[in-house]
T-cell receptor, first 114, second 115 residues
């Protein structure tokens, strides 16, 4: 029973254009959402997060949007750069006084075409 | 600041053997987590230590897996005896502040192959 789903295994985007990565979740108890980026042979690296009390969070070229009614979030990268080529994981947690664990999706491989 | 260190980076063992993975968290990080990714699937939670105490081990697959964190510093994850389905990449992560919502730091992982 997968509670966090990333239905697109891969995505290719032209350099300079916008990359949009999508994520859906089923557990309505999730109240914090994160995106991680992973290069080959490395561990995931935290990218950006959003609390369920917000619908948007922006950090430089990265923006995460949350639609709670649809249980959907997305990561926008603009403009896309070759260094953005990586696997992106969506993750979610239930706030529990520091005892949170992350539930991850299966990842989306983003390829930026020069 | 040094990152989260895991070793070995790769391990190939035969079914039935024992393997011990080690994780050295970032100094001062009380929270330590183990996760596993099997064959391109999602990264799954295994367990969470706060200092030397197991806070949550709900993700441990079965009693063939044993995790310890002696003295609240480094942690080991032992698989005994290993089965084919234990193959995957085992990640360790650590954090200073209260839990996952602050985006904790992962190590590079140990790729375990059971043949």
């Amino acid at each position: 029973d997968q509670q966090v789903k990333q239905n697109s295994p891969s995505l290719s985007v032209q350099e300079g254009r916008i990359s949009i990565l999508n994520c859906d979740y089923t557990n309505s108890m999730f109240d914090y959402f994160l995106w991680y980026k992973k290069y080959p042979a490395e561990g995931p690296t935290f990218l950006i997060s959003i609390s369920s009390i917000k619908d948007k969070n922006e950090d430089g070229r990265f923006t995460v949007f949350l639609n709670k009614s649809a249980k959907h979030l997305s990561l926008h990268i603009v403009p896309s750069q070759p260094g953005d080529s990586a696997v992106y994981f969506c993750a979610a947690s239930v706030t529990n006084f520091g005892n949170e664990k992350l539930t991850f999706g299966t990842g989306t491989r983003l390829t930026i075409i020069p | 600041e040094a990152g989260v260190t895991q070793f070995p980076s790769h391990s190939v063992i035969e079914k039935g053997q024992t393997v011990t993975l080690r994780c050295d968290p970032i100094s001062g990080h009380d929270n330590l987590y183990w996760y596993r990714r099997v064959m391109g699937k999602e990264i799954k939670f295994l367990l969470h230590f706060v200092k030397e105490s197991k806070q949550d081990e709900s993700g441990m697959p079965n009693n063939r897996f044993l995790a310890e964190r002696t003295g609240g510093t480094y942690s080991t994850l032992k698989v005994q005896p290993a089965e084919l389905e234990d193959s995957g990449v085992y990640f360790c992560a650590s954090s200073r502040l209260g839990g996952a919502n602050y985006g904790y730091t992962f190590g590079s992982g140990t790729r375990l192959t059971v043949v």
